[in-house]
C-alpha cells in the first residue's frame, strides 16, 4: 500500500502545470490543510520543487534528481511491496532490512539509500556507495529449505536484468548474479539469510546499480547513465518492479521456469573460465555449458561436467 506522502507526490506529478490546490488535495485525501502543507513541506524538503501560485495551488517544477524513499514509492507499480523506507544515508541498506526481517516485517518489506557508508559486496568485500547509485535491500520469505535458495541468486540477478530492460538498457547476466552492460559490472546482488536446518525464515536480497559516474566509482563499472537518462529513483522502482516479477516465477514456477530467460541473456556460456571458493581454492575450471534448473553453473572439465552451485568465475586468459 502506498503511503499518503507518496499519493501526494503522484497528485502533484498528475497535475502538471495546471497545478493543484491545498484544498483540493485536504479534500481528496480526507485530511486536514495543514496536515496537506507539513506533507508539502516534507517533499520540498527531499528535492522535489513546488511553487505555490496564489488562486492556483502548488505547481511541480522539478522531481528530486537523487535516490528519495518517497519518489521510488511512487514510481514503483508492484503491489508485491509492502513498505519502502530508507535514508540519504546509511551503513548499509541491507543491514537495515536485516533489522526489520528479525522484527517479524512482511515480505515485501524494502530499505533504499542515495549512499552507503559500510556497503557490502560479495565475498566479504566493500561496495563502494556514492551518490548517484540506487541502493536497494528487499526482504523475502521465500516458503523452501536452504538448500534451494541458492537459485535465488541467478533469479534475483534475472529480475534486476527485467527491470534495468523496461528502462531500455541492455543487460547481460554473469553467474551467478551479476549485472553487466557490454561485459562491464552495472549491478551486484548481496543475498543474506536467516534460516533452520530446513525451513529458511528470510532472505535479504541487496542490490547497487551504478546509475550516475561519480569520483569514487570503480574504473571497470559500466553506468545506466550511457543508455538511459532515468533518476537513481527510477532506476531503484523499475528494479524492484522487475525483481517483484522475478521473485513471482520463482515461487511460482521454480528456477526452472526460468532457465531459459537466464540463459539467453549469460554472457558466459561457451567461455573458459576458473571457478574459485571464498578462500580461493579452485572448485571447478573448463568450458561453461550453460546453468541447470537449480541454477548451478555447468562447467565442462576434461574428465566430467561439474555443477556449481556457488564460487566466484574468472575468465581463463
Ligand atoms: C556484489 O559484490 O556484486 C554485490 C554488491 C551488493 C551491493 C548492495 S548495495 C545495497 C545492499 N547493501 C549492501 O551493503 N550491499 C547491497
Redesign the pocket.
Known amino acids: 500500500m502506498k503511503s499518503r506522502r507518496s499519493e501526494i507526490a503522484s497528485a502533484l506529478v498528475a497535475a502538471g502545470s495546471s497545478g493543484i490546490s491545498g484544498e483540493r488535495l485536504a479534500n481528496t485525501f480526507g485530511v486536514s490543510r495543514v496536515a496537506i502543507g507539513k506533507h508539502i513541506s516534507a517533499l520540498r524538503e527531499v528535492g522535489y520543487t513546488l511553487d505555490a501560485v496564489r488562486g492556483e495551488g502548488y505547481h511541480l517544477t522539478s522531481l528530486p534528481p537523487g535516490l528519495v524513499p518517497v519518489e521510488v514509492e511512487r514510481l514503483v507499480t508492484d503491489a508485491f511491496w509492502t513498505s519502502i523506507d530508507g535514508a540519504e544515508e546509511t551503513?548499509?541498506?541491507?543491514?537495515d532490512c536485516k533489522v526489520l526481517a528479525r522484527a517479524g516485517a512482511a515480505e515485501g518489506a524494502v530499505v533504499v539509500?542515495a549512499r552507503?557508508t559500510?556497503?557490502?559486496?560479495?565475498?566479504g568485500?566493500t561496495?563502494v556507495?556514492p551518490e548517484g547509485?540506487a541502493?536497494?535491500?528487499a526482504l523475502f520469505r521465500p516458503p523452501c529449505a536452504p538448500a534451494e535458495v541458492a537459485s535465488l541468486a541467478p533469479a534475483c540477478a534475472l529480475g534486476v536484468a527485467y527491470g534495468l530492460e523496461a528502462l531500455g538498457v541492455p543487460c547481460s547476466l554473469k553467474w551467478p548474479?551479476?549485472v553487466h552492460i557490454n561485459g562491464r559490472?552495472v549491478a551486484?546482488?548481496?543475498l543474506e539469510m536467516s534460516a533452520e536446518t530446513d525451513r529458511v525464515e528470510w532472505v535479504v536480497a541487496?542490490?547497487?546499480v551504478n546509475v550516475h559516474a561519480s569520483a569514487d566509482s570503480p574504473g571497470d563499472a559500466a553506468f545506466v547513465e550511457e543508455h538511459s537518462d532515468a533518476s537513481p529513483s527510477t532506476v531503484a522502482a523499475a528494479v524492484l518492479d522487475g525483481l517483484a516479477r522475478a521473485y513471482r516465477e520463482y515461487t511460482e514456477a521454480g528456477f526452472a521456469a526460468m532457465m531459459a530467460a537466464y540463459e539467453s541473456r549469460h554472457a558466459l556460456n561457451g567461455a573458459e573460465v576458473v571457478v574459485r571458493d571464498r578462500m580461493g581454492a579452485v572448485v571447478a575450471s573448463g568450458v561453461v555449458e550453460g546453468i541447470d534448473a537449480l541454477g548451478r553453473l555447468l562447467v565442462r572439465g576434461p574428465e566430467a561436467t561439474t555443477p556449481v552451485v556457488a564460487g566466484e568465475v574468472t575468465l581463463r586468459s
Open positions: 551503513g548499509s541498506t541491507n543491514d539509500a552507503q559500510a556497503g557490502k559486496g560479495r565475498l568485500r561496495w556507495s547509485g541502493y536497494l535491500s548474479n551479476d559490472k551486484g546482488i548481496l541487496g542490490i547497487g
